[in-house]
């Protein structure tokens, strides 16, 4: 079981900046065909997607929302995966959650395993 820990949420105004973290601890193992990915939950609304990383590679998938805002990256070494968030926007606001299931975890049945979240929130 690979168990994943959110970090750096908070509240930040329209147009700025934050940075989420996800470290994968544990003694399960993130396959090779695995992606970490990155999901969100506004309140009254379902979890979406929002971006992931295939483990093995640098390929990306990012929602249409937040293409060309967000970035995600990893550390494998540390196996921890960031989400860097730019230009938010009052409705970015929601819990972000960390996930880690078979490539390319572009959908919540894809996820194998959840992190707890962590709070987002953008005022205008």
């Known amino acids: 079981q690979v168990q994943l820990e959110e970090s750096g949420g908070g509240l930040v105004q329209a147009g700025g900046s934050l940075r989420l973290s996800c470290a994968a601890s544990?003694?399960?193992?993130?396959?090779?065909?695995?992606?970490l990915g990155w999901f969100r939950q506004a309140s009254g609304k379902e979890r979406e997607f929002v971006a992931s990383?295939?483990?093995?590679?640098?390929?990306?998938f990012y929602s249409d929302s937040v293409k060309g805002r967000f970035t995600i990256s990893k550390d494998n070494t540390q196996r921890t995966v960031y989400l860097d968030l730019l230009s938010l926007k009052p409705e970015d606001t929601a819990v972000y959650y960390c996930?880690?299931?078979?490539?390319?975890?572009?959908?919540?049945?894809?996820?194998?395993?959840w992190g707890q979240g962590t709070q987002v929130t953008v005022s205008s």
């Open positions: 990383i295939r483990w093995s590679s640098r390929s990306t």
């Open positions: 996930a880690a299931g078979p490539a390319p975890l572009t959908s919540t049945n894809g996820a194998r395993n």
């Open positions: 544990g003694p399960g193992r993130i396959y090779s065909s695995w992606g």
